[in-house]
């Protein structure tokens, strides 16, 4: 039993000196005065050498997580400035317009109430001292210059137009009428105008819806003329 076990050792110490004078014949041969390893027939033997994947650092994210910029609309431009349209002032109508205007039909020729209307009488002749009449509302009577002449039977007041009233239109109109026997005006015609058609118009048309006396030569009526003015003028 102890001879078994002295030849083990000694096996052992031998196979540990034969690898290591491997090793060291190894190290002390030159790699090119080895002879080449012996290959198998039919073997093909690949020397296959794997690189080390070299690990590429991912880039530090230096920047900053954009923050989104906030876009402010431009205020719109600002509209050319215009110059302001001059407005005319309205005329404000009188009390006595109002009513005028409901009572009367809807046109612009009807006027109003007649105190809008000074209306005089031109004579043919100078009269005599203590005959003129008073300013202002009396109505128009046409004063005699001679015998011959027609007289009204009533005053004539013709109507203030109310296109007039309302454009502030004032103006003296003069009308010469002619009346027959019967004391009927056969004609009107405008002397004088005031400048204003309505006022004319307003005029001449009294004096044709006029009675008249007619005048007498003699005792007997005999057709005649009179001359008739209208002041119109509006009132404050």
């Known amino acids: 039993m102890r001879r078994r076990g002295d030849f083990l050792l000694a096996l052992v110490l031998a196979v540990a ?30 020397d296959v050498a794997f690189e080390t994947p070299v690990q590429v650092a991912a880039p530090a994210l230096t920047r900053a997580a954009e923050t989104p910029e906030v876009v402010t ?7 050319p400035e215009t110059p302001p349209v001059p407005v005319r002032a309205a005329r404000l109508l009188t009390a006595a317009d109002s009513v ?3 009572a009367t ?9 007649a105190p809008a209307v000074v209306a005089q009488t031109l004579p043919l002749a100078p009269s005599g001292p203590g005959t003129a009449e008073s300013e202002g509302m009396r109505p128009a009577t046409p004063q005699a ?36 026997t019967a004391g009927r005006c056969v004609h009107a ?15 001449r ?11 007498r030569r003699d005792g007997q ?3 005649g003329e009179c001359v008739l003015t209208f002041v119109f003028r509006l009132e404050d």
């Open 221 to 223: 009526p005999v057709p």
């Open 17 to 46: 000196l034969h690898g290591l004078v491997a090793v060291a014949v190894n190290h002390l041969v030159p790699a090119g005065s080895r002879p080449p390893a012996l290959v198998p027939a039919g073997e093909l033997v690949l």
């Open 189 to 203: 015609e405008v002397l004088r105008s005031s400048g204003v058609e309505a006022l004319d118009r307003a005029a």
């Open 145 to 180: 210059a001679a015998a011959a002449e027609p007289l009204a039977v009533a005053g004539i007041r013709p109507r203030y137009p109310l296109s007039a009233r309302r454009r502030g239109q004032e103006g003296t109109t003069t009308v010469r009428a002619r009346v027959d």
């Open 205 to 215: 048309e009294a004096v044709q819806a006029a009675r008249f006396v007619p005048a």
């Open 73 to 79: 609309p431009a205020p719109p431009p600002a509209p």
């Open 105 to 113: 039909p809807r046109s612009e020729e009807v006027a109003t109430s």
């Open 100 to 102: 005028a205007a409901a």
